[in-house]
Nanobody
Framework: QVQLVESGGGLVQPGGSLRLSCTAA?????????IGWFRQAPGKERERVSC????????DYADSVKGRFTISRDNAKNTVYLQMNSLKPEDTRVYYC?????????WGQGTQVTVSA
């Protein structure tokens, strides 16, 4: 069982920034996995936020976060980051990281992000 652990969530005022991290447990390498983030509000479907591929570092973003969020990965640290700037109240969600390769997809436990004055 692959373990992904998110951190960095919290409460921030509108216009503020947060950086989420997702680290794989020791003994598991993210090098060959596409990794990314989804988010979910209570009672709503999980929404794709961003992803980064395993080889060329190509990134993709949902229209709702484009220009505000930046995804990056540090394979040496087995970690993926989501830098979130200019946060809005509608960004309030639980954020989940995932790692995917072929038929295998692994999820973290989620971290709460709340944007409120």
């Amino acid at each position: 069982q692959v373990q992904l652990v998110e951190s960095g969530g919290g409460l921030v005022q509108p216009g503020g920034s947060l950086r989420l991290s997702c680290t794989a447990a020791s003994g598991f390498t993210l090098d060959y996995y596409a990794i990314g983030w989804f988010r979910q509000a209570p009672g709503k479907e999980r929404e794709r936020v961003s992803c980064i591929d395993s080889s060329e570092g190509r990134t993709d973003y949902a229209d709702s976060v484009k220009g505000r969020f930046t995804i990056s990965r540090d394979n040496a640290k087995n970690t993926v980051y989501l830098q979130m700037n200019s946060l809005k109240p509608e960004d309030t969600r639980v954020y989940y990281c995932y790692a995917s390769a072929g038929v295998y997809t692994y999820w973290g436990q989620g971290t709460q992000v709340t944007v409120s004055a």
